[in-house]
């Protein structure tokens, strides 16, 4: 239902910090409750954060919760993830997800959401 692009992703030293975009060309973004995942190779799909449509409600997995930070313009149909303090660990490729809802909630199930970007890569060396 809505076309996502991530960008942002590369290669960063442990310790380093990225802020991924996630921009979708739809303009009902507002009414779609966004979350970021990564998948990790020969791993499944893991949740990292989510974020409300009005952007007043947020979740995060324990393992990025002190380090991660999600956020949203609406007004440019944007998603951000900012990524601090990465590990070696973090390393995968990293998708946005949308799901369109009345409900101004956060989402932390893979199968929830409908909509998915391609991915962008993030690796970090130690």
């Known amino acids: 239902q809505v076309q996502l692009v991530e960008s942002g992703g590369g290669l960063v030293q442990e310790g380093g910090s990225l802020r991924l975009s996630c921009t979708a060309s739809?303009?009902?973004?507002?009414?779609?409750?966004m979350g970021w995942f990564r998948q990790a190779p020969e791993k499944e799909r893991e949740f990292l954060a989510s974020?409300?449509?009005?952007?007043?409600?947020?979740s995060y997995a324990d393992s990025v919760k002190a380090r991660f930070t999600i956020s949203r313009d609406n007004a440019k149909n944007t998603v951000y993830l900012q990524m601090n303090n990465l590990k070696p660990e973090d390393t995968g490729v990293y998708f946005c997800?949308?799901?369109?809802?009345?409900?101004?909630?956060?989402?932390?199930?893979?199968?929830?959401?409908?909509?998915w970007g391609q991915g962008t890569q993030v690796t970090v060396s130690s």
């Open positions: 974020i409300s449509w009005s952007g007043r409600k947020t």
């Open positions: 739809e303009r009902a973004f507002s009414f779609y409750i």
């Open positions: 997800a949308a799901r369109q809802s009345l409900v101004d909630s956060t989402i932390t199930s893979v199968t929830e959401y409908t909509s």
